[in-house]
């Protein structure tokens, strides 16, 4: 982990018809940093990973990614941001209509730089990324074919293919058994270590986040009310953050 | 009495009048700035065009068969009976075939459309094509309305053309005519002003079936509610565009033609 800041947020704020969702968050992320985020649900821990990204607008406040400032950016900043970012949806948004094969290249088809590449040398980096999550096997498989375990591992090896040097990863153990939720845990420290990326984890679940995180963030009412190592955090009298601690 | 529920609709009718416009510009500005996607688009052509063929192909037959059948009494008592043929066939390329085929469309493929792109979008995948920077309205809007603007005119020729042997079955069940005066009979008062404007409007119904029910998809909400919403809303709203742009087209056509 370095002092490099590579995620800078700043009094954030977002409200969906009237109802204050994220009240002034300030955040930042170091490079080669996992940070995780603790909440509830629907207290907006993904509505701050979508303001990151710009799949939401923030209503108020700064947003720094890469050294670009993502509240007024040009499309060419926002296309340039976006293809340094990793982002592993709940589900692993997995596409329908392609087998697992088709879908880790169809990022990388459309990217400028890794479409120089031919195709055989883009099948072989889609086999060793899905070698690196365990799912070589299904390789030829269709989405709906998978659990969802095997889905969100397809969808790291998707997101590994454009090489990204932050990854978000949004509930990544919601819905797995106690196996999986170890299992997922330990491949995104294993990803950390290999790629020398950086991450942003979102979830509800203490064990995932003592697993990954080097610091974890609790958001409650649309505020950070701590902010630690989990050692520190547990010992951290405030209810909400004790709630997760149980 | 101002009754807040009409406010709200008319607001929302009015967004999604805005919301189409902005999506038309959307669609030109990417089909000439952005990669096109050809495996798509001939992907796209596949599942609208030759999927919809029996669907097309039963339709039309039973079409031409039952106008026969219910005109050729009422032309008998007339003594016209030999305008049978033409008749059948100059009302089935002009005004019904692009409209029922049109319908058909709208209820296949446009639904089809609408909940594909709204169940992509519940689940995230849409998102994840746009974090990717895929550029998702490229891969996933611009091939489907291209193939219903390209696909959908073809359809019509060739629903066209078994209406016309079904009317010649409803004919020859009756008479013994032969194909070839059959065929003689129904093109003898057929001109090209007939089928141009019929071609010209069915490749509108077409373009504006798949920005609609692309719209319809592509902004969904509200979960699975919301899928079956977006294939509801994309067929409803495409059926009565297809009706309003038959008048404009049959306005147009007098005015010019006529």
């Not at chain 1, 340094?84 to 948004?93: D, H, N, W």
């Not at chain 2, 919403?229 to 404009?248: G, I, P, R, T, W």
Request: hydrophobic residues 45%; aromatic residues 10%.
């Amino acid at each position: 982990m370095t002092n490099n800041l590579i995620v800078h947020i700043s009094d954030l704020k977002k409200a969906f018809s009237g109802s204050v969702v994220l009240d002034g968050i300030t955040m930042e992320l170091h490079e080669g940093e996992n940070l995780v985020i603790l909440g509830q649900s629907g207290t907006g821990k993904s509505v701050i990973m979508k303001c990151i990204v710009k799949l939401m607008e923030a209503d108020e406040g700064q947003i720094n990614v890469f050294g670009t400032e993502m509240t007024n950016c040009s499309a060419k900043e926002l296309s340039s941001v976006r293809s340094r970012i990793g982002y592993l949806f709940q589900e692993g948004a997995l596409y329908d209509s392609m087998n697992v094969r088709e879908n880790l290249l169809f990022p990388v088809l459309r990217n400028k730089e890794s479409r120089k590449k031919s195709i055989k040398e883009l099948t072989e980096l889609a086999e060793f990324h899905l070698e690196n999550v365990g799912l070589i096997e299904a390789i030829d498989m269709m989405p709906a074919e998978l659990s969802g375990g095997m889905k969100k591992r397809a969808g790291l090896a998707r997101t590994l293919m454009l090489s990204p040097e932050l990854i978000i990863y949004d509930e990544p153990t919601t819905g797995l058994d106690p196996y999986r939720t170890e299992a997922i845990s330990d491949l995104i420290v294993q990803i950390q270590e290999k790629y020398n990326t950086s991450s942003l984890i979102i979830t509800h679940d203490i064990k995932c986040a003592k697993i990954t995180g080097n610091r974890l963030t609790v958001l409650h009412d649309g505020k950070l009310i701590a902010n630690g190592s989990f050692e520190s955090l547990s010992g951290d009298k405030q209810p909400e953050v004790q709630l997760f601690f149980k | 009495m101002k009754d807040p529920r009409i406010i709200q609709q008319t607001k929302h009718l009015l967004l999604d009048i805005a919301g189409i416009a902005s999506f038309v510009v959307l669609f030109f500005k990417h089909l000439f700035t952005r990669r096109f996607e050809g495996k798509e688009f001939i992907n796209q052509c596949y599942r609208a065009g030759y999927q919809s063929l029996l669907l097309i192909s039963v339709t039309a037959v039973i079409l031409g068969l039952v106008l026969t059948i219910q005109i050729r009494p009422i032309l008998a008592d007339l003594g016209a009976e030999a305008w049978l043929p033409n008749m059948v066939f100059i009302s089935v390329v002009t005004e019904m075939g692009p409209v029922i085929f049109s319908l058909l469309f709208a209820g296949k493929v446009g639904s089809g459309i609408g909940a594909e792109l709204a169940s992509m979008r519940v689940t995230e995948q849409i998102d994840a094509m746009e974090v990717s920077d895929t550029y998702p309205f490229n891969y996933l809007v611009v091939t489907r309305v291209m193939a219903a603007t390209i696909v959908l005119p073809l359809l019509v020729f060739y629903g066209d053309f078994l209406a016309f042997i079904g009317s010649f079955i409803g004919l020859k069940a009756y008479s013994e005519i032969s194909f070839p005066l059959f065929f003689s009979r129904a093109f003898s008062e057929f001109y090209f002003r007939d089928i141009f404007p019929a071609t010209i409007k069915t490749i509108f119904f077409g373009y504006f079936i798949g920005i609609i029910s692309s719209y319809m998809g592509y902004f969904s909400s509200k979960g699975t509610e919301g899928v079956g919403k977006s294939a509801n809303a994309a067929v409803v709203a495409s059926s009565l565009v297809v009706f309003m742009l038959d008048l404009l087209a049959v306005q147009i056509t007098d005015l010019l033609l006529f």
